[in-house]
């Protein structure tokens, strides 16, 4: 279930690498933020970030946290996942996001990079799933 939900499980690797002290300096500032995407994720879910936080210091698989989501917020249907999913694979698109994607681009040194026009597209560069050179951590 959680591969059908976009950005839940990599959601849940930010707070894994948080847990243990690991969490990447460029990830922090966003970590839990209000209208950053993990907000957004815990707001759609109907959940709160830091009550994630803390059922996911209590273990268990992507699929039985996304569980708890459904029953601590609301359970998500067919039509709820394609909007979900429409949505997050654009963050960044020609939204209020665009102004954050373009300031991280600058300082990443690839502000000429037009490929690159989403939050997704620069995670998957950085991260070097993109075509292109990713930045080397």
């Not at 709160?48 to 917020?73: A, Y």
């Not at 999913?85 to 990079?113: C, H, Y």
């Amino acid at each position: 279930m959680t591969r059908g939900m976009l950005y839940f499980p990599r959601m849940l690797d930010k707070i894994r690498l948080h847990l243990r002290g690991e969490l990447h300096e460029d990830y922090r500032e966003n970590f839990g933020a209000l209208r950053a995407a993990d907000d957004v994720c815990c707001n759609f879910l109907r959940v709160h970030h830091r009550d994630l936080i803390e059922r996911v210091t209590q273990g268990g698989t992507d699929e039985e946290i996304l569980e708890w989501c459904f029953e601590k917020g609301r359970r998500l249907n067919d039509g709820d996942l394609f909007v979900w999913n429409g949505f997050a694979s654009k963050l960044g698109w020609r939204d209020s996001v665009t102004p954050r994607l373009e300031q991280r681009k600058k300082e990443m040194g690839i502000a000429d990079r037009n490929d690159i026009q989403c939050i997704p597209d620069l995670i998957d560069f950085d991260e070097g799933r993109f075509p292109g050179e990713s930045r080397q951590r």
